[in-house]
């Protein structure tokens, strides 16, 4: 379809060259088509740069949900590690949730209310599958606690912090330290290990 067409050449303009630096002109001339006959699938370039951001940020959150629906919910510990594993994977590897990473930290300025709009959207749609699986775990005693509130945040500081080091570094030896940081040791140590330790007792 053109349409699909036109979007997948504007994810590589997008990316490549940004917001400023990307032309309609480029983009359907990739596709093989006149810059006016665009207009037919989208409204203008802010049209087109929003749907193409959209359709990334739902490929963040269906891979994420699909993550979850196949994770063994008996072992918290290995789920956590692997979903820290998997977000380097997609940003790394994902040609559009490269750009969905780069755009939500770097935004044009005109569009910069919308784009926070979806960051916020999709943000709170993770953290509520991320509270259902901590109030899970918390409920079959494989964690300690009270409130599924408080191990989210501080694991989601985690994932912010990951997802910092691929806006600005993306070092490899810096990411595995991250993923294997005290600060995690530390948070599992709070909520697993000492369920695991009253358990031998």
């Known amino acids: 379809m053109k349409n699909n067409a036109i979007k997948g050449s504007a994810l590589k303009y997008f990316t490549i060259h940004g917001y400023e630096g990307a ?3 480029q983009i359907a001339e990739e596709v093989g088509m006149k810059k006016q006959s665009i207009y037919a699938y989208f409204k203008g370039k802010d049209d087109l740069f929003l749907q ?3 359709d990334a940020k739902e490929t963040e959150l269906s891979s994420k949900l699909q993550y979850f629906s196949k994770v063994d919910s008996k072992n918290p510990e290995k789920d956590l590690y692997g979903f820290l594993q998997l977000v380097i994977d997609l940003f790394q590897k994902n040609e559009q949730l490269k750009f969905w990473l780069r755009m ?3 935004p044009p300025v005109h569009l910069e209310k ?3 709009r979806e960051v916020i959207d999709i943000e709170e749609k993770i953290q509520t599958i991320l509270e259902r699986k901590f109030q899970d775990w918390i409920n079959a005693k494989l964690i300690v606690g009270d409130a599924a509130m408080t191990p989210t945040f501080a694991f989601l500081g985690i994932v912010d912090s990951i997802m910092l080091e ?3 570094g993306n070092d490899e030896k810096r990411l595995e330290a991250k993923l294997a940081s005290s600060l995690l040791d530390s948070i599992l140590e709070r909520y697993f290990k000492s369920m695991i330790h009253t358990k031998k007792r």
Request: aromatic share 20%.
């Open 166 to 168: 691929l806006v600005y």
């Open 23 to 25: 032309s309609l002109s």
């Open 52 to 54: 193409v951001l959209r």
């Open 104 to 106: 939500s930290f770097f």
């Open 114 to 116: 919308e784009i926070e």
